[in-house]
């Protein structure tokens, strides 16, 4: 997602949509890390639990074992 989301004005707006508050999305939108970092980062797992990628039809390997 966060490399899909090329702009920061982006990466701010779809976490706000997921319930992050305006001054913790921006800070995220405009942190300077890269993809990897972000994503075990704690605003995206905030922004998307795992129940949301459950609903995709997605599942954790590691909750597979």
Known sequence: MWIAWKR?????????????????AWKSANNGRG?????????MRDAFPKSFFRRQGLYSLLEMR
């Open 8 to 24: 920061p004005k982006t990466r701010e707006r779809e976490p706000r949509r997921r319930g992050l508050d305006k001054e913790r």
């Open 35 to 43: 993809a990897w970092w972000n994503a075990d980062a704690l605003h």
